[in-house]
Every structure is written in structure tokens, then in C-alpha cells.
């Protein structure tokens, strides 16, 4: 919107000015500015927060992750585990209001690695679930009650890249737990 504003400045002033020779430069610039912004606001790419437009852009390198299954029961539920093993698979977190959690908003990371494991893709971020419990065994986990498998239970830690000593959140667990 800034770009066509300025755009569309430039091109008055060019016109009252009555600078012909830079008049067309200065159309053509505002109607391309124009038709950009058009675009923006009728295509979803409008829509994409600074994440989404990377990724588009630069997409990661796909890694197969390797993990291995435990199968169990507990009381009146059955339960997979998924644990991952180095490289663990990145996810994207932001602090909530106050800046004491952590919440799990871009589910794209966490979508790519449920259809890794042939699971149904979760349609929404949650919070941290210390933050909504108050206990702080709760920290690091995440929860989806609402799960079509039974309930979805993430664990993330810190995870640092061999490569570029970044450190990085990154998924450890994986459990659901299905109802009988």
C-alpha cells in the first residue's frame, strides 16, 4: 500500500511538474504497482506471514527423520510414541503476551512431520500447556484434545546444528493416546 501511495506521488508530481520525458516511466510504475497490489489482496499470498514467504521461496532441504515406536497401554487407553533421533525436526514457537511460554502458532513443521508418519495433519497451534495447567512438568509439552487419532501430545527440547551451532527447538516425542 506504501509502494502505491509513493508510486502514485511520484507520478503527480512528474505531471504537475510537466516533466513529459519521465511521465511514462512514472505511469508505468504505478500501474504495475497497482496491479501488484491487486494481486495481493485477491491471492492468498496475502495472507502469509514472514515464515510462510521463506519457505515458499527458499524451501528446506527435506531430511527423512529417524524415530523409533513404542506401542503400550495404560489405564483404559493404548498408546504410539514416536521418538525422535538426531537431526530432530524443527519447530517454530512464539512467545505468548507476557513472554513466559512459548506457543506453538506455525503447525506447517509439525504438519510435514504427521504426514512423515502417515497421520492426519492438525488444524490449529495450541499453547504451551504449562500455561494453561500452571504446573511446570507441563513446560516443553503441547496438546491437541480434538486429535482424530485420540490425543495428540508433543514434547519439544533444544536441539543444536552440528553444521551451524545454531540452537533451535526441535520435536523429541510424539504420543497418541487412544481411547478403548
Not at 71 to 92: A, M
Not at 126 to 135: D, K
Request: net charge positive; with cysteine; aromatic share 16%.
Amino acid at each position: 500500500m506504501a509502494l502505491l501511495v509513493l508510486s502514485f506521488l511520484w507520478a503527480l508530481k512528474i505531471f504537475l511538474k510537466k516533466e513529459i520525458r519521465y511521465l511514462f516511466r512514472a505511469s508505468m510504475i504505478f500501474i504495475f504497482v497497482l496491479l501488484a497490489f491487486i494481486f495481493f489482496q485477491k491471492s492468498e499470498i496475502g495472507n502469509w506471514n514472514y515464515y510462510q514467504i521463506k519457505n515458499h521461496l527458499f524451501p528446506e532441504k527435506e531430511i527423512q527423520h529417524k524415530y523409533r515406536v513404542e506401542k503400550g497401554s495404560l489405564i483404559h487407553e493404548n498408546y504410539i510414541r514416536y521418538v525422535f533421533q538426531e537431526p530432530r525436526p524443527k519447530l517454530i514457537l512464539s512467545f505468548d503476551k507476557k513472554g513466559k511460554y512459548l506457543n506453538l502458532k506455525d503447525i506447517s513443521h509439525l504438519n510435514k512431520i504427521l504426514k512423515e508418519l502417515g497421520l492426519p495433519p492438525v488444524t490449529s497451534g495450541v499453547s504451551e500447556l504449562a500455561s494453561i495447567t500452571g504446573s511446570r512438568f507441563d513446560i516443553n509439552h503441547y496438546r491437541w484434545d480434538n486429535y482424530p487419532e485420540g490425543i495428540l501430545i508433543i514434547e519439544r527440547t533444544q536441539c543444536k546444528s552440528k553444521k551451524t551451532y545454531q540452537t533451535y527447538h526441535c520435536l523429541a516425542s510424539l504420543t497418541i493416546r487412544q481411547k478403548y
